[in-house]
């Protein structure tokens, strides 16, 4: 992920062996990451059970928080994709109950927002 797509508040992709070393001891038995991304500080991942967000808060990124949306909790979602002069994408997630989407995150061009989509739609469409 480049400086300037990072400083935008763009999303990148994470490997999953980095997001297995770093977030591992968060997955529950036959859990697997599907997809992670990252933020400057945070990231956000998709297991095969739920959505993970890891939002590092702070100066030093040192307080933590690991929030855990079951994929049955979100009642539905949208993905923007970019037009031609737009740098980004942008997916957002409505909870159960929620008028506006409780979560949005924005993607740099290096990230196949359909494939993203893709993950959402099988787990959030069973």
């Known amino acids: 992920m480049g400086l300037f797509s990072a400083l935008l508040g763009n999303a990148g992709v994470v490997n999953q062996d980095e997001l297995k070393k770093d977030y591992g001891n968060l997955l529950i038995d ?10 400057i500080r945070d990231t956000f991942i998709f297991t095969t059970k739920r959505l993970i967000l890891i939002d590092r808060q702070g100066l030093t990124g040192k307080k933590t928080e690991f929030m855990s949306v079951s994929y049955k909790s979100i009642s539905r979602f949208s993905v923007e994709t970019a037009g031609t002069f737009e740098l980004d994408a942008e997916l957002k997630i409505w909870i159960s109950g929620e008028s506006q989407p409780s979560i949005t995150k924005k993607f740099n061009k290096s990230v196949n927002v359909y494939d993203v989509q893709k ?3 099988h787990h959030v469409l069973k």
């Not at 036959?30 to 933020?39: C, D, M, R, T, Y």
């Open 119 to 121: 993950v959402l739609a």
């Open 30 to 39: 036959g859990e697997e990451i599907e997809l992670g991304f990252k933020l």
